[in-house]
């Protein structure tokens, strides 16, 4: 009930097209979601986060929507860039316990 | 504005050897934990520590052990070198309190095991 599904593996897209990764969980008492984003030789940094009280959330090209009621949640790279290339990871927790990860997607954006 | 730093960046060892990876925070952060990462793995939690003098286990603590004397620093020890601990681990702090706190990543030890 812990575990975060991610899905793809891997992905390959096109400069300036939209990148697509998928996540989903089981236990509804989380309420945080976040996006990590993973360059080579780097820690894990935070892209961008959600909390189940809203639907969708913009920062510039990346976008999360969330989807409750499936329990799911994605996100989105619109206009996708060669520096983009890199390994994302969601996860999700609750106040009191330890992140979640999913097992990450490795991103690569062809120029 | 260091964050969070780890040393050292890489390391290799020998089968039964031990050694301490290092890790410090200057955000002073209650929760420190650390992870291993391997590939298609994702991030699994190791140890994590709530505050100064609590330690807890994570998810595959077996060969690793923590402890945590300050807010600042948090020590992974592994105790007799496996093979199987070859991996890239990370240190992370987050501040406590609401679940929204962003967990802080230093950037990774790259360990071997021969």
């Known amino acids: 009930q812990q575990q975060v599904k991610q899905s793809p593996q891997s992905l390959i897209v096109q400069k300036g097209g939209i990148s697509i990764i998928n996540c989903a969980y089981e236990n509804t008492a989380f309420d945080y979601f976040p996006w990590y984003q993973q360059f080579p030789g780097k820690g894990p940094a935070l892209l961008i986060a959600?909390?189940?009280?809203?639907s969708e959330k913009k920062e510039g090209r990346f976008t999360i929507s969330f989807n409750k009621s499936a329990k799911q949640f994605s996100l989105h790279i619109m206009d996708s860039q060669p520096g983009d290339s890199a390994t994302y990871f969601c996860a999700a927790s609750m106040e009191g316990q330890n992140f979640v990860f999913g097992p990450g997607t490795r991103l690569s954006v062809l120029p | 504005n260091a964050g969070v730093t780890q040393t050292p960046k890489f390391q290799v060892l020998k089968t039964g050897q031990s050694m301490t990876l290092q890790c410090a925070q200057d955000m002073n952060h209650e929760y420190m934990s650390w992870y291993r990462q391997d590939p298609g793995m994702g991030l699994r939690l190791i140890h994590y520590s709530v505050g100064a003098g609590i330690t807890d286990q994570g998810e595959v603590p077996n060969g690793y052990n923590v402890s945590r004397s300050t807010t600042e620093d948090f020590p992974l020890r592994l105790l007799s070198a496996a093979p199987s601990q070859t991996s890239v681990y990370f240190c992370?702090?987050?501040?406590?309190?609401?679940?929204?706190?962003?967990?802080?990543f230093g950037d990774g030890t790259r360990l071997s095991i021969l």
């Open positions: 959600i909390r189940p009280d809203v």
């Open positions: 992370a702090s987050r501040a406590t309190g609401a679940s929204n706190q962003p967990q802080h």
